[in-house]
T-cell receptor
Framework: EAQVTQNPRYLITVTGKKLTVTCSQN?????MSWYRQDPGLGLRQIYY???????DKGDVPEGYKVSRKEKRNFPLILESPSPNQTSLYFC???????????FGPGTRLTVL | GNSVTQMEGPVTLSEEAFLTINCTYT??????LFWYVQYPGEGLQLLLK?????DKGSNKGFEATYRKETTSFHLEKGSVQVSDSAVYFC?????????????FGKGTLLTVNP
């Protein structure tokens, strides 16, 4: 089954404790992206990747890092999480030839 | 920059009622337009899309027409069902460029009562 998976689905952590949210897709998609969803703001792009070893900032990259060492994986790294990063995070992917983006199920992160 | 404005929710309807969720956009060039749906506890799913002016996207009884003259992409369904209860997002992707970033509206929560 074609899908985008994220882990963990839920995470509660404390300020300053490094964490990684994983994202994996099994569709051989070149493009992957991270969004955060906040009430009243919709979804905003954090980072994106056009292919392996090619990443760039989206609209709200501060406090986040990403890497793309393999085509299928695109982890989101929070080196020192802060409470304003409490949000619902979505990973998405697409192939270069089609317009449809596929979204993961989301990761709800709470930073205390 | 690009932006999407969609009607504020929540919207509550009875089963078999007519649905309209308004969406207008601001963008340079000729963006592609999308409606995504988010069911409770799930990620976003593409509902329909349109890539050029006057295109009509349709899926599962939902329709939306790309109106360049009014910069709009309103979502409609003639007879909603309880299973349509979800959050609906209007989005655009600007033409050209290397980032396939979607610019989303804030979302509209739809609740359909039996």
């Amino acid at each position: 089954e074609a899908q985008v998976t994220q882990n963990p689905r839920y995470l509660i952590t404390v300020t300053g404790k490094k964490l990684t949210v994983t994202c994996s897709q099994n569709m051989n998609h070149e493009y992957m992206s991270w969004y955060r969803q906040d009430p009243g703001l919709g979804l905003r792009q954090i980072y994106y990747s056009m292919n392996v070893e090619v990443t760039d900032k989206g609209d709200v990259p501060e406090g986040y890092k990403v890497s793309r060492k393999e085509k299928r994986n695109f982890p989101l790294i929070l080196e020192s999480p802060s409470p304003n990063q409490t949000s619902l995070y979505f990973c998405a992917s697409k192939t270069g030839t089609r317009d449809t983006q596929y979204f993961g199920p989301g990761t709800r992160l709470t930073v205390l | 920059g690009n932006s999407v404005t969609q009607m504020e929710g929540p919207v509550t309807l009875s089963e078999e009622a007519f649905l309209t969720i308004n969406c207008t956009y601001t963008a340079t060039g000729y963006p592609s337009l999308f409606w995504y749906v988010q069911y409770p506890g799930e990620g976003l799913q593409l509902l329909l899309k349109a890539t050029k002016a006057d295109d009509k996207g349709s899926n599962k009884g939902f329709e939306a027409t790309y109106r360049k003259e009014t910069t709009s992409f309103h979502l409609e369904k003639g007879s909603v069902q309880v299973s349509d209860s979800a959050v609906y997002f209007c989005a655009l992707r600007e033409s050209g460029g290397s980032n396939y970033k979607l610019t989303f509206g804030k979302g509209t929560l739809l609740t359909v009562n039996p």
